[in-house]
């Protein structure tokens, strides 16, 4: 339960939920349009698998992105989104 009294804060939630059902229907009819299977909330699950890394040893500092599997690739390419670098 969200237990807002400040109007500001009331209208600041709604928002939030409004932005989210927008992307979620958006990233449902790309994957549709795609031929796709995968609804939203699975998409998103494969995706969240993608991890980024940092690792500062002395003074030098590696960054690293997991590497992408063929279904989340295939997401990205059906999101009409860039892979990440």
């Given at each position: 339960p969200v237990h807002h009294r400040l109007p500001d804060r009331i209208r600041a939630h709604a928002m939030i939920c409004f932005l989210a059902l927008i992307l979620y229907r958006?990233?449902?009819m790309?994957?549709?349009a795609k031929g796709q299977s995968a609804s939203p909330r699975t998409a998103l699950d494969l995706l969240a698998r993608?991890?980024?890394h940092t690792t500062?040893?002395?003074t030098k500092t590696f960054t690293g992105t997991s590497r992408s599997?063929?279904?989340q690739l295939n997401l990205f390419e059906a999101l009409n989104i860039p892979k990440p670098a």
């Open positions: 958006v990233m449902r790309r994957l549709k993608i991890q980024r500062h040893i002395g599997q063929p279904e």
